[in-house]
Structure formats: structure tokens, C-alpha cells
């Protein structure tokens, strides 16, 4: 019932910065705990960065203090701020609710070299 469309990534230098953006249509979204998961090629899909819907947050190890996850109820959209980006940060973005259902979104490609 919910449509999910990542959209904001691109390429990035070691250390700089990207902001994601996942828009979400359909009804609930406020709700619902939310995740930012990221999948590079020959590896599983990891969750990087959650949000509850009491706006609690958690973040993997990898991306603790460099990653900054928020939403915006009003507008249906989740967020997430990288900054410090690492050659290890290229993957593939995705956002979906956590735990995650099976309507996952194309997804946006980050890529971080010099």
C-alpha cells in the first residue's frame, strides 16, 4: 500500500557529504519505524540507520557519528545525512520500514571515490 522513492545520491569525494531523501506515498507513514538500508554488489542488504515513529534512532557501527537519520511527517519523507564519506559508503540506498516489508523502491546509487 506504500510507494517508497529514494532519490539524492551521486558521487562524493572521500569526506565529503550527501543528503538522501525517500518519499513515501500512501497512508501510515507517520506511524511506522523507518530505515535507511544500504546493498553493494556481492554483499547483503545491512540496515544503516533506523527511526521509530517516536523519533528514537539507531545507527550501525559503520556509520555512527557520520550518519544523521530524520523525517518529516508532514511532508511523508525520511532523510538521511552522510557526511565523512568513506570508499566503503558505495552501495546502492534504500528506505523501507523496519522491520522491512517487500515494496523496496528502485533504490539511489552512492558512490564515493577521488
Known amino acids: 500500500q506504500v510507494h517508497l522513492v529514494e532519490s539524492g545520491g551521486g558521487l562524493a569525494q572521500p569526506g565529503g557529504s550527501l543528503t538522501l531523501s525517500c518519499a513515501a506515498s500512501?497512508?501510515?507513514?507517520?506511524?511506522?519505524?523507518m530505515g535507511w538500508y544500504r546493498q553493494a554488489p556481492g554483499k547483503q542488504r545491512e540496515l544503516v540507520a533506523s527511526?521509530?515513529?517516536?523519533?528514537?534512532?539507531d545507527y550501525a557501527d559503520s556509520v555512527k557519528g557520520r550518519f544523521t537519520i530524520s523525517r518529516d511527517n508532514a511532508r511523508n519523507t525520511l532523510y538521511l545525512q552522510m557526511n565523512s564519506l568513506k570508499p566503503e559508503d558505495t552501495a546502492v540506498y534504500y528506505c523501507?520500514?523496519?522491520?522491512?516489508?517487500?515494496?523496496w523502491g528502485q533504490g539511489t546509487q552512492v558512490t564515493v571515490s577521488s
Open positions: 523501507n520500514r523496519r522491520p522491512p516489508v517487500p515494496s
Open positions: 500512501g497512508t501510515g507513514f507517520s506511524i511506522y519505524a
Open positions: 527511526m521509530t515513529s517516536a523519533f528514537s534512532t
